[in-house]
């Protein structure tokens, strides 16, 4: 029996993809929302939103694919329990996370803000400077986007640390777990990445209290969700110069306003949800491999534990 794929998305993207199944897996039917005829043949779904109502519109579907690295936008709650959800693994927003991470870290522990500002007053000010071993980054979330960042802080000299729910090792990294290593880790942290997976665990961990907990003048860097920090905290903690910056990509409500008060504030620097983007070559061929694995009943590569949220 063939396979019935349902895609949602971008126009660009969804040709080009069926274009992918057609020379890879010919026995696959690609069908473009919402141009279905027979929902309940649908048994695969691939989007970053899925249609209204999909739950019952389509009751003979396995698995839901994630376009990105995140499932939160599913509302993994809802997904009926026979219905397996595989988020994006790919090897490509790997490396534009990594270059993302490196980028704000580097802007951070050279002071790009500021001279920023120094620009538009015509200031010649010269900051005190310290070494990249003397700099600790603290990474949350040790997941596959986590790592490789935290591989590259490594091999530019940073001290790393990373904190994860569960009980983890890397090479070169001091590692932190669970609700009490999360104290030690932010103590420790002079510029903290969230690169957490959105769960009820995690939303509003980037909080006053913890963020307190950072050593003063600390920074902090967001390309996790907007909902894990929360926005009106870390807004006082900049104006009592208890956090020097914060480079955001993520946020409460996309876009941002236009009377959002980051867009002005002169330690923050505003991205616009940039740091890692699917690229349709490259995630086309992890998504066709899957789709492989799916039908030769072998483990897919990012399978979410749906208890786990992640
Ligand atoms: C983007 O935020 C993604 O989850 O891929």
Redesign the pocket.
């Known amino acids: 029996m063939s396979l019935n794929i349902l895609y949602r998305g971008p126009a660009a993207r969804g040709q080009h993809w069926q274009k992918l199944f057609a020379q890879n897996l010919p026995e696959v039917n690609w069908h473009t929302w919402p141009d279905v005829k027979d929902k309940s043949a649908i048994d695969v779904l691939v989007c970053w939103i899925p249609p209204r109502n999909y739950q019952q519109d389509y009751p003979n579907l396995k698995v839901i694919f994630s376009v ?3 499932v939160d936008q599913l509302g993994l709650a809802s997904v009926p329990e026979h219905v397996s959800v595989v988020r ?1 693994l790919d090897p490509a ?1 790997e490396q534009q996370m990594t270059e993302y991470v490196l980028m704000s870290v580097l802007n951070i522990h050279r002071d790009t803000l500021a001279y920023a500002q120094s620009n538009l007053q015509q200031q010649w000010q010269p900051l005190k400077s310290r070494s990249a071993a003397k700099r600790r980054v603290g990474i949350m979330g040790l997941g596959n986007l986590g790592q490789a960042a935290a591989q590259a802080l490594v091999s530019v000299g940073f001290t790393v640390s990373a904190w994860s729910k569960s009980v983890k090792t890397v090479k070169g990294i001091q590692c932190f777990a669970g609700s009490r290593g999360l104290q030690p880790f932010l103590q420790q942290a002079d510029i903290l990445v969230c690169l957490l997976p959105l769960t009820d665990d995690t939303r509003g961990i980037l909080n006053l209290s913890n963020m307190a907990m950072l050593p003063s003048g600390a920074s902090i860097i967001n390309v996790g969700r907007g909902e894990h920090l929360v926005e009106a905290d870390l807004l006082i903690l900049l104006k009592e110069q208890h956090l020097r910056y914060a480079i955001l990509d993520v946020f409460d409500k996309e876009p941002l306003t236009n009377d959002h008060p980051f867009w002005q504030h002169p330690q923050i620097l505003v991205t616009p ?1 940039i740091a ?1 983007i ?1 690229q349709n070559d490259t995630a086309g061929q992890v998504l066709v491999e899957n789709v492989k694995r799916y039908i030769n009943q072998q483990a897919m590569l990012g399978l979410v534990d749906k208890q786990q949220q992640y």
């Open positions: 990105g690295a995140g994006m927003l949800h890692a699917t």
